[in-house]
């Protein structure tokens, strides 16, 4: 039945629904609370209602219950660049780096974080949003 749920979370996310993927991702977690991947993929749902501690507390869990979940690295540093907690940011990112060396992202963000930690706040434009894929990388 988790699973079921989080199947439609997957397509309620994909037709940018995102407020009802929280929901069906929170549902399919009541059922399986040790599912690393619902709650990275929630976490990922929350990024995109700007729910940034929310999408950090579910990174974490994910991280908790599964240190080589990829995605749930990403998530965070996502979410933590949106916080401007770079310096945190950038620690998750390195470390998912570690886990998924082959993974661009990770480099990219983490120049990103270097750039934001070496020049004082308010003399660089917002962040910018990591492009979505048309298909979700990790889901």
């Not at 540093?77 to 907690?85: P, Q, R, S, V, Y």
Request: aromatic share 8%.
């Amino acid at each position: 039945m988790a699973k079921e749920f989080a199947e439609k979370a997957k397509k309620a996310y994909l037709e940018d629904d995102f407020d009802v993927a929280v929901d069906l991702y929170s549902k399919a977690i009541e059922l399986d609370p040790n599912c690393a991947a619902f709650f990275a993929d929630r976490a990922q749902a929350n990024i995109k209602l700007d729910n940034f501690t929310e999408a950090v507390a579910d990174a974490n869990k994910a991280i908790e219950l599964q240190p080589t979940l990829a995605k749930a690295y990403l998530r965070k540093g996502t979410a933590c660049m949106k916080l401007e907690e770079y310096r945190t940011a950038k620690a998750t990112l390195e470390k998912g780096a570690s886990v998924a060396p082959n993974e661009p992202k990770f480099k990219k963000m983490i120049d990103e974080c270097d750039l934001r930690i070496a020049v004082p706040p308010g003399l660089l434009p917002p962040a910018p949003t990591p492009a979505a894929p048309a298909e979700p990388m990790f889901m």
